[in-house]
Nanobody
Framework: QVQLVESGGGLVQPGGSLRLSCAAS????????MSWFRQAPGKERESVAH????????NYADSVKGRFTISRDNNKNTMYLQMNSLRPEDTAVYYC?????????WGQGTQVTVSS
C-alpha cells in the first residue's frame, strides 16, 4: 500500500535551516506530482510547494518563495524540502502528499518549530 514517511523536523532558531525528507513506497514514485503541506496550531492545512514528476516543474506558496526549495530523487523514491531563513511563522507540522486524482495519501507529518 501507499506509504509516505516524513523526517527531518526539529527545533531551530529563527534564521536557521532544516531539510525535510519524504520517503515514498507502494506506488510508482516517478510518475506522480508530489507536494508539501503544513498545518500550524489552530490553522487550516496549507500548501507549501509542489514538484512535477521529473523535478523540472515546481510551485511555491508566496510565503516561502525564495526561502524553501522542493526537490526529488526518483532513484531513491524520496522528496525533499530544503528550508532556509526559517521564521517563527513557519512553525507547523509538515506533511507530504500524493494523489492519483481519485485518492489522496498523506504522511504522518514531521514537526518543525522555529523559536529562540
Amino acid at each position: 500500500q501507499v506509504q509516505l514517511v516524513e523526517s527531518g523536523g526539529g527545533l531551530v532558531q529563527p534564521g536557521g535551516s532544516l531539510r525535510l525528507s519524504c520517503a515514498a513506497s507502494g506506488f510508482i514514485f516517478r510518475e506522480y506530482v508530489m507536494s508539501w503541506f503544513r498545518q500550524a496550531p489552530g490553522k487550516e492545512r496549507e500548501s507549501v510547494a509542489h514538484i512535477g514528476w521529473s523535478g523540472d516543474a515546481t510551485n511555491y506558496a508566496d510565503s516561502v518563495k525564495g526561502r524553501f526549495t522542493i526537490s526529488r530523487d526518483n532513484n531513491k523514491n524520496t522528496m525533499y524540502l530544503q528550508m532556509n531563513s526559517l521564521r517563527p511563522e513557519d512553525t507547523a507540522v509538515y506533511y507530504c502528499k500524493v494523489t492519483n486524482g481519485v485518492l489522496t495519501y498523506w504522511g504522518q507529518g514531521t514537526q518543525v518549530t522555529v523559536s529562540s
